[in-house]
């Protein structure tokens, strides 16, 4: 079982910038992918980006490409996403998930965390 506590999120005002972190505990020699996903109220969960726990294959979701930055500490057991050029609708709650395999598919991921808000607003 993996444990994921996400921090970082708030409001800030549109083309300002936020880090997130994603923070794992637990079964970490079970980790082979880590992944943010995001949802906004009323709308469906989306892809953000993911990261090979230890190969250094990195995805992005289209809407984020070029903004936004996923990293990793495998020393802090922390994956990052650095967002840049924020935009009011990438307003919702961002969540970090950990999977066996790389993978952009939602159902490939099975330890969530309980996610942190992201507001953009003038």
């Known amino acids: 079982q993996v444990q994921l506590v996400e921090s970082g999120g708030g409001l800030v005002q549109p083309g300002g910038s936020l880090r997130l972190s994603c923070v794992a505990s637990?079964?970490?020699?079970?980790?082979?992918?880590v992944a943010w996903y995001r949802q906004a109220p009323g709308k469906e969960r989306e892809f953000v980006a993911t990261i090979g726990w230890n190969n250094p294959t990195i995805y992005y979701g289209d809407s984020v490409k070029g903004r936004f930055t996923i990293s990793r500490d495998n020393g802090q057991n922390t994956v990052y996403l650095q967002m840049n050029s924020l935009k009011p609708e990438d307003t919702a709650v961002y969540y970090c998930a950990t999977a066996l395999t790389l993978s952009i598919r939602g159902g490939d991921y099975k330890s969530w965390g309980q996610g942190t808000q992201v507001t953009v607003s003038s």
């Open positions: 637990g079964s970490i020699f079970s980790i082979n992918a």
